[in-house]
């Protein structure tokens, strides 16, 4: 008499081969759940407590907790961080701030699609704080051009921080290029909706500028 355990039932970790949880001759606690081709379909993890239960209580919402970076649908008992709760800096690619493995701190913000939701950048200072205190209007700074638009260029001033240089304040021919280095000057600041307006320092006055 013998019955098949699928690979889904083995654990409630995700388990990528039937030999890296059990041997032959290791004893276990079935579920009777079903029959399949003639045979007896069992469960092993449903002996076993389901780590969803109760996870809410667990890991309340604004709660902080530790966790490790994992492959994607490696284990059962894990969260999401959307890339836009990775970093207080833009991230392009996940991968380019973490890797598996990395251990990290994350708040729990929530929970979609059966997954609870993360943020790492929430567990991290948020660089607009006090910024006013920073940078001050009319000081002037060095930053790198991180974007350019129609309507003028993103300078990043530090990791989380960019400002915006807008078309009206570029002379005529000016050669700008993502990636640059160049000083401005703060124009105005709104902390509330974390912009920052920029100007460029000129060495001297371009020809038709005004």
């Known amino acids: ?3 098949l355990v699928h690979i889904s039932e083995l654990s409630w ?6 030999e890296d949880a059990f041997k032959a001759g290791d004893k276990v606690k079935v579920k009777v759940i079903g029959k399949t081709n003639g045979k007896l379909a069992f ?3 449903q002996t076993q407590e389901d780590p969803w239960d109760k996870i809410e209580d667990k890991y309340k919402k604004e709660s902080r907790v530790k966790g490790k970076i994992s492959e994607k649908e490696e284990v059962e008992l894990e969260g999401l961080v959307h890339i836009s709760e990775l ?12 890797k598996a493995g990395d251990e990290v701190k994350v708040k729990v913000i929530g929970k979609t699609n059966g997954k609870l939701a993360f943020s790492i950048r929430q567990t991290q200072v948020d660089p607009w704080d006090k910024i006013e205190d920073k940078y001050k209007k009319e000081s002037r700074v060095k930053g790198k051009i991180s974007k ?5 260029v993103f300078v990043q001033l530090e990791p989380g921080i960019e400002g915006l240089v807008h078309l009206t304040k570029i002379p005529p021919g000016k050669s700008l290029a993502k990636g640059d280095s160049v000083n401005v000057y703060v124009e105005e600041i709104d902390p509330k909706e974390k912009r920052i307006s920029l100007g460029l320092v000129l060495t001297e006055k371009p020809v038709g500028y005004k």
């Open 43 to 45: 469960s092993i993890r």
């Open 87 to 98: 970093s207080w800096d833009k991230v392009g690619r996940a991968e380019d701030a973490f």
């Open 13 to 18: 970790d995700k388990v990528g081969r039937a």
């Open 1 to 3: 008499m013998e019955g």
């Open 148 to 152: 350019l638009t129609d309507f003028g």
